[in-house]
């Protein structure tokens, strides 16, 4: 179902075509970030990214039920966003020879999937809400306030001393 079929009919069908991309999204989050931390020099950076795949499993589950809540089987639909923002954290990744360089590449990129994380659960939130769903905003809205902090914690990383070293 692409977003610019004619499957998408009503508000709820929107819905769900944006549960679906932020289900492919996490999935594919889940999968990249084993390869982050075996990239990341710092320890608290490498700690830092454990922590969020924990987080993100998680996030896979929160969105399964908001799913089986709303009465729809889960079902992930391609993001080419999230595919994007990924390839071209490899991409760059790939060319940065300096650790502590490269350790501020992850972040920048880290930081980017968590930016697209919130506004895919930002958008959810308010349609949930709309539809009448306060329920469902709530279980998504514990994936947003985790992202959220995900990304406050990478700022505070790369402004405190990543960024730092890397200049050096
Ligand atoms: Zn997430
Ligand atoms: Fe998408
Ligand atoms: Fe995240």
């Not at 679906?20 to 990239?39: F, G, H, N, S, V």
């Not at 809540?69 to 760059?92: S, Y």
């Not at 020879?97 to 920048?108: E, G, M, P």
């Not at 990129?109 to 306060?134: C, D, F």
Request: aromatic residues 6%.
């Amino acid at each position: 179902m692409g977003l610019f079929s004619k499957d998408i009919k009503t508000m709820d069908d929107l819905f769900v075509h944006t549960l679906q991309d932020i289900y492919y999204a996490e999935k594919k989050i889940a999968k990249a970030l084993p390869t982050m931390i075996e990239k990341a020099n710092d320890p608290q950076l490498k700690a830092d990214f454990k922590h969020h795949l924990g987080e993100t499993e998680n996030h896979i589950l929160r969105v399964e039920e908001v799913f089986h809540m709303h009465g729809v089987k889960p079902k992930a639909v391609n993001c080419p966003a999230i595919d994007g923002i990924i390839d071209e954290a490899e991409e760059v990744a790939g060319e940065v020879a300096d650790k502590q360089v490269l350790d501020a590449a992850l972040i920048a990129a880290a930081q980017a999937v968590e930016h697209y994380e919130m506004t895919r659960y930002g958008t959810l939130i308010a349609w949930a809400k709309l539809l009448g769903r306060p329920d469902c905003a709530g279980v998504l809205a514990k994936n947003l306030t985790e992202e959220k902090n995900a990304d406050t914690k990478l700022t505070k990383l790369a402004e405190s001393r990543v960024n730092l070293h890397a200049a050096e």
